[in-house]
Structure formats: C-alpha cells, structure tokens
C-alpha cells in the first residue's frame, strides 16, 4: 500500500521561507514522477509543480523563481522548498504519486495534506 | 498555459438522480483529461484517467467521455457518497491545470 505524509507546514511571515517534506512508503521516489498540488481556503485545487523521474523539475508561474523540488532517496522523501513566500501561498498543500504511462498521466497516490499560512 | 473550464460550478441533485459534469479545454488536449472526487477533510481521489478509463475500485456508476476541447463525467445515479466536488484535469501540456471545480450537493 503506498502511503504519503506531508510535513513542514505552519505559519510564517511574508517573505519567509519553509521546507515542506513528503515522506512515501511503499513507493520508490528515486526515479519516479511526484507533484505538489495545493487548495487555498475556499478555492479549488491548484497544481504547483512535479518531479520528472531523470529529476527534471516544472512549476506553476505562480511560483515559479520561487520554489524548488528535491528528493532524498535515502529518506524516500520528497521536499518542496518554498522562498519568499506571499499572503497567496497560503493554502493546503498535498504531495502524489504521479503515474506517467503514455498516454496515461495522473495524480496516483495523495497525503493528506500539511498547511502553510503566510501571514503578519 | 491550458485552461480548464468546468460547468456548472455547483448543482444540486438527490439519490438516484443522473449527474452530469462538463469540462472544456482552452485548446486540444487530446484525451490527456483526469477526473478527481474531493470530499472536506480527505485527500482527492483520482476516479478516472485518460478521459474514460474508470479507475481499478471506482464504482461503474461513474464514467468519462469526450476528446480534443470537451468531456464530461457522469453520474449513472448518485449516491449518498458522491456528495462531494469534482475536478477535472488536463496532463497534456507540461504545466497541469485543473478546472475550478463543481460541487455537487443535495437538493
């Protein structure tokens, strides 16, 4: 069964910075496709970036220049480093599996999501 | 980047009714279209890939259709459990984009 457990979220100031982790079971990170994906207070889902399975990275324009993705294959984690972080960042951000099988392509595996809110 | 329109954005329906959920592309995404149930408090669940592939566990009651600009998801008839918003996505392009949803209550 693969399982997925957000961390890292809470409140920080504008302009501030935060990790978020995602740390899987049952599925092997290194080398495969994962993504962030995040719902703001009464808003829809949002998707915010994804991990190639070479390690190519992509991102929404909304934080593009801002966000980084890494792994750890070690940890079999996933992180979503966040910089200079904005009042419309504020949201549940969720981490997936994401299935690549052209052409299949599709959010697998969710967790149950970490908050972060930026705020004064 | 792709645009995902979604309608109606809410509507309500009772048990056993027919639902039907409509999604159109800012261009032609083939059939690179998901379909996600989400419910307050619960991860999204993926119900269908690839426009019309239900999913391993999804009940039939639920199926996708269309191809190119336009889908749609329907509801063979709604159950207790299918209270919930519904979001299609697109995979065809390198940045994803999801609709804005449509929020399915009870009448």
């Known amino acids: 069964e693969v399982q997925l457990e957000e961390s890292g979220g809470g409140l920080i100031q504008p302009g501030g910075s935060l990790r978020l982790s995602c740390a899987v079971a049952?599925?092997?990170?290194?080398?495969?496709?994962m993504g962030w994906i995040r719902q703001a207070p009464g808003k829809g889902l949002e998707w915010v970036s994804y991990?190639?399975?070479?390690?190519?990275?992509y991102f929404a324009d909304s934080v593009k220049g801002r966000f980084t993705l890494s792994r750890d294959n070690s940890k079999n984690t996933l992180y979503l480093q966040m910089n200079n972080l904005r009042g419309d960042d504020t949201a549940l951000y969720y981490c997936?599996?994401?299935?690549?099988?052209?052409?299949?392509?599709?959010?697998?595996?969710w967790g149950q999501g970490t908050q972060v809110t930026v705020s004064s | 980047d792709i645009q995902m329109t979604q309608s109606p954005s809410s509507l309500s329906a009772s048990v056993g009714d027919r639902v039907t959920i409509s999604c159109r592309a800012s261009e032609s995404i083939t059939t690179s279209l998901n379909w996600y149930q989400h419910k307050p408090g619960f991860a999204p669940k993926l119900l269908i890939y690839?426009?019309?592939t239900l999913r391993r566990g999804v009940p039939s009651r639920f199926s996708g259709s269309g191809s190119g600009t336009d889908f749609t998801l329907t509801i063979s008839s709604l159950q207790p459990e299918d209270f919930a918003t519904y979001y299609c996505q697109q995979s065809f392009s390198i940045t994803w984009t999801f609709g804005q949803g449509t929020k399915v209550e009870m009448k």
């Open positions: 049952g599925f092997t990170v290194n080398g495969n496709y």
């Open positions: 991990i190639y399975s070479g390690g190519s990275t």
């Open positions: 997936a599996t994401i299935v690549v099988q052209p052409p299949d392509a599709y959010f697998d595996h």
């Open positions: 690839t426009a019309s």
